[in-house]
């Protein structure tokens, strides 16, 4: 089993600055790309950023130049630095993660609550 625990969320104004950190866990071989995503608007989560095991990101159209990704392999964290915070990112962002054991599987956190005031 392995388990991904987000930290960081909050209360902060616009334009200003949150970092968010998920570590994961548990039963791992191998962690191959790492992202967070929001749920957004629609029906399917929002992906934010992503990054692969050897530092390639991808970022949604929305956050780039404002957000960083980065990952520390040693210690199976990913990290999310968001600079200029708009109302509109608030939302309740997910850590994801491609986990090798056995098989493949992508496991999710819990979670945690961005929220950008005026």
């Known amino acids: 089993q392995v388990q991904l625990v987000e930290s960081g969320g909050g209360l902060v104004q616009a334009g200003g600055s949150l970092r968010l950190s998920c570590a994961a866990s548990g039963s791992i071989s191998f962690i191959g790309t790492m992202g967070w995503y929001r749920r957004g608007p629609g029906p399917q989560r929002e992906l934010v950023a992503t990054?692969?095991?050897?530092?390639?990101?991808n970022f949604a159209t929305s956050v780039k130049g404002r957000f960083t990704i980065s990952r520390d392999n040693a210690k199976n964290t990913v990290y999310l630095q968001m600079n200029s915070l708009k109302p509109e990112d608030t939302d309740v962002y997910y850590c994801g993660a491609s986990i090798y054991y056995s098989t493949v599987t992508y496991y999710w956190g819990q979670g945690t609550q961005v929220t950008v005031s005026s």
């Open positions: 990054i692969t095991r050897d530092g390639i990101s």
